[in-house]
């Protein structure tokens, strides 16, 4: 838990105390799932070596569960919530939750990983086949 803290606390500086995430109703299903995986992946990504490819992969991961929440309802403040979420008094709860997640969120990040790949294969064909 430290190292989650550790690794989201300058993303979640700025943030300050407010009601828990599961005692605010305006917050989906939806956004409790990216909050759940963005916590997943801070907890991973505080578990790597920084500056090593795994945490680099790891903190665009957390860049990518908070513009599913950004772009979902952009007037959240989303560093406040995840700070509340990752923060929640029951400890035990949020360890016991997140880890029932972790697979759940490694596989939307592998399919999202995957599909950019072939993009990226499929763009640099046509460009060869235009002869950039």
């Keep these: 838990m430290k190292r989650l803290i550790g690794m989201t606390a300058a993303v979640l500086l ?3 105390a407010a009601p ?7 917050h989906g299903a939806a956004d409790k799932g ?10 991973l990504a505080g578990q790597s070596e920084e500056g090593s490819v795994e945490h680099t992969g790891l903190a665009s991961g957390m860049m990518y569960f908070l513009g599913r929440l950004e772009g979902r309802a952009p007037g959240t403040d989303w560093l406040r919530a995840l700070s509340d979420y990752i923060l929640a008094p029951d400890e035990a709860r949020l360890t016991s ?7 759940r969120c490694g596989l ?6 995957q599909a950019l790949v072939e ?10 086949a235009r002869g950039d």
């Design 14 to 16: 700025a943030a300050s």
């Design 20 to 26: 828990a995430l599961a005692q605010n109703a305006a």
């Design 34 to 43: 990216d909050m759940q995986c963005f916590a997943v992946v801070a907890y």
């Design 97 to 103: 939750e997140l880890e029932a997640q972790r697979e």
């Design 108 to 113: 939307i990040l592998q399919t999202r990983g």
């Design 119 to 128: 993009w990226g294969a499929k763009l640099t064909a046509a460009a060869q």
